[in-house]
């Protein structure tokens, strides 16, 4: 991966990194979560620990599908660094400033082009 001289290519190694380990680790818990609901009654509504173990999956499962957008976005955000489009926003063009792309890498929008409302 390309350098852009503002060190992107390490933050986006870096975040990847730990957002795969995110990814990782809810996929874990939910399957364990998934398995430990797989042993106990079907009727969460009167077992006293159904409905905790369905709250905590289904609050899991958003989580890793979180995180996993997360992953699929910082992949992307290293695509168009490699091809150099990093950094243009994807509606008008123009260069999205370097301490927007600092705080939010996977960033594809410039702050004018995120607030503009669809029509305008």
């Known amino acids: 991966m390309p350098d852009d001289g503002h060190g992107h290519a390490e933050l986006l190694a870096t975040q990847l990194a730990d957002a795969e380990a995110q990814r990782d680790g809810l996929a ?3 399957a364990a979560l998934r398995a430990a ?3 106990t009654f079907d009727d969460d509504e009167h077992d006293p620990e159904g409905s905790t173990l369905s709250l905590e999956q289904a609050r899991e499962s958003a989580l ?3 995180a ?3 992953v699929a976005e910082l992949v ?3 695509r168009r660094l490699a091809d150099g489009t990093f950094g243009v ?3 008008c063009g123009r260069t999205i400033p370097a ?3 600092a705080a939010r890498p996977e960033a594809t929008r410039c702050v004018p082009c995120i607030g503009a409302r669809p029509g305008r």
């Open 89 to 91: 926003c994807e509606v």
């Open 64 to 66: 890793l599908a979180s």
């Open 68 to 70: 996993e957008r997360r």
């Open 37 to 39: 609901r797989g042993s």
């Open 99 to 101: 301490g927007r792309t």
């Open 76 to 78: 992307a955000a290293q």
């Open 28 to 30: 874990q818990s939910v």
